[in-house]
């Protein structure tokens, strides 16, 4: 069973995709059915609508009331059939749950975004499910009362599988925001409580922008609290927090998809390929099966699939070495940055938008674990000098020291980081090479690590900012073909090593083309001596001929193709 | 069928500065989708006294004649205006898409485009 075949039939609202199980929207007498139509290789998620469990404000049933509600026999039945489940519990509105999640006595103040818009979300089958707020002080009793009834109920029943806490978001205007983000009445009276405890003497507010903080960082402080009060009521069981985007449950989406031609396979793509760049999950329960069809469905499946699920989830690990197995490929990641867009700014982002479309990717931290270390080693990292403490800036240095390639961008660097980095290059005995071409640049060399520091201070004003990263990535010289195609087809890469018959090739690329426009694309591919067009798979709506340059590829509207490459040393 | 959502702010005081109550566009679209901003921003340039960046009127009136204007150009028959309160009462209320669609029907001001009627033929008039 090929991990890219995605079991899960589109429009069935039990199985909404990405292998979670929505238990209470079905009889429990038909679980059983409904488990076995998951792979036995897939892990099942099952996302705890907890205010459906509610008796009362803190009274909950698992089932002793309501079989619908016997998430015990839900998991004796997946441990049966030697299912692996985890738990998903919602740290903010969920977005596919009546009320968020919230149990219907705390479902009091409706969640209302900065536009002073109630949040409602059109969920699979075309019900609106209303956002309540989780700044109601019942909403946050109600949790806790759940998250230590739930703790208990796992505890005694010895149910050894993970819970995760998952924080919903969603896209709108470029930009992900949280369904924690409020600004409900509920919200605005817990902001003065918080004011008023802060700052008892109190608080001139006259500054938006000051305002406008403060009310994040409230915001923040009760999400953490949310997420800390699960973390400790279920600390045995506990696997970590996943941000998850929600497809389609933006304030202008919902609008959107009230429409008879709904949200565009174009845009829902779009959308998906800017979280793919920044390395967010999504889920895809909310989306019709008119919606999740054609691109969409081949992008989820092949590149959203369980094979990524697992890996999210820490189920399973690409390792180190290449295998005969296709792995996502990317050439940069970028760490941090985004609070003050310092990668925008300085051109970066524009650069590899132009250049390695979809080859790199945004992270907001360092993921500093072995298997991590391993699996990215090759790719170029990129730091923000702003963003560093001490712990992250020696995590860096060990990285170069491994063989990494690193670029800091100094502006923001502590002094003390900054010291100790000339300390780091005595004590090893390294020398810096610098060079003065639009701002002062400092290269060290160690083995295959490079650690290139630069002024990004002096690249913000400088028209020909472009002309710098021309020069860094020659100098780096990456080896990627060279695609020419219209901003509207999407590709994605992915690499595996070599088989035995194939031992002239250093690894094998496979890009996959997805063309969601109604109209014919035509796209150039240009190998450079560096790559051999091997074969081309499943190609739908689409065709592609070798040229003496690489290869020419037609795709018709909704047509995909995958192109397989062989990567050589040039002679 | 045109629709305009918009937010009736009250005169504040802001960063020590006093702002007059205002009408702001939140949202303006279509069937087929949300108009182009950039687009909204030169039309609303029709009416005076407006914040043209931030598509923002003093009064009702204003934002009534910057949607008529938007209907002419698009050759829409009408435009129906519905303010966040009332959008927010229909979505209290609504429970599925049809009830969710049918927000604008019930609380929506509609404005007529008397150019885009007279230009319909005698089929658009029987049919319309």
Known sequence: MSYLEDSSKNGDPVR???????????????????????????????????????????????GRIQPERDILRLTQLLTHHG???????????????????VPVPAARVMSVNTEGVHLAV?????????????????????????????????????????????QFSYYQDGKNISFMEDRSLAFEQGFSRYLKKNNPNGNDLTETKREAQLKETFTEEVLSLFKTTAEAGLAPFWGGV???????????????????????????????????????????????????????ERILGEHFGSREIAER??????????????????????????????????????????????????????????????????KIKFFHGRDLDRTKFGQ???????????????????PDLDKRLQIFLLENNLKMQSVNYLTTTNIVELGEGRFITFEGEKLLSEPQKEKFWQHIFRYLNLVQPELQMDDDVFSLWRIRGTTPHELSYLDVRRVNFYNPTSYKKIISIKTHKHFAFMRMIDPIKAQAKSTPDGVDVELLPNGKIALDFGHYEEA | ????????????????????????????????????RSMLQELSKSVPNADHQALTFLNLDDLKDFALRVSQELNAPDVQLISVQDYNIGLDGAKDLASFQSIFQKYGEKIINEAAQKKKGLFGKLFS
């Not at chain 1, 998250?147 to 998952?166: D, P, Q």
């Not at chain 1, 990717?361 to 500093?368: A, I, M, P, S, T």
Request: net charge negative; aromatic share 18%.
């Open chain 1, 122 to 166: 059109l969920d699979q089958e075309q019900k609106l499910n209303k956002m309540y707020s989780f700044f109601e002080p019942k909403v946050f009793q109600s949790f806790a009362s759940f998250v230590k009834a739930f703790g208990s109920f796992l505890a005694s029943s010895k149910i050894k599988a993970s819970v995760w806490g998952a």
């Open chain 1, 396 to 414: 860096i240095l060990k990285l170069f020291l491994m063989g990494q390639r690193i670029l800091l961008d100094l502006e923001g660097l502590h």
């Open chain 1, 242 to 296: 996943q941000k998850i985007v929600a497809l389609g449950a933006g304030p202008k989406e919902t609008i959107e998809r009230s429409f008879d031609g709904g949200k565009s396979q174009l845009e829902y793509t779009k959308d998906l390929f800017n979280h793919y760049v920044n390395h967010q999950w999504i889920t895809s329960a909310l989306l019709t099966q008119k919606e999740k069809k054609d691109s969409l």
């Open chain 2, 1 to 36: 069928m045109l629709n305009l959502i918009y937010h009736f702010q009250t005169s504040q005081n802001q960063d020590e500065e006093f702002k007059p109550a205002s009408y702001h566009v939140v949202y303006f679209f279509d069937d087929q989708g949300f108009i182009d």
């Open chain 1, 83 to 101: 299912r692996k489940f985890c738990w998903i519990l919602p740290l903010t509105p969920a977005p596919f749950l009546p009320n968020g999640g």
């Open chain 1, 16 to 62: 909404p995709g990405e292998q979670w199980f929505f238990y209470w929207k079905t009889s429990a007498a038909l679980w059983e059915s409904r488990i076995l139509q998951f792979q036995p290789h897939e892990v099942v998620f099952i996302p705890l609508y907890w205010g459906f469990h509610a008796e009362s404000a803190t009274e909950w049933d698992f």
């Open chain 1, 313 to 378: 989830y820490n189920y399973e690990s690409y390792g180190a070495e290449l295998t005969e197995e296709f792995r996502p490929f990317g050439v940069i990641s970028l760490f941090g940055g985004r609070v003050s867009e310092q990668f925008q700014r300085l051109g970066l982002t524009a650069f590899l938008d132009k250049h390695f479309r979809w080859l790199y990717q945004r992270h907001e931290e360092l993921e500093f674990t072995p298997e991590w270390i391993d699996v990215h080693h090759d």
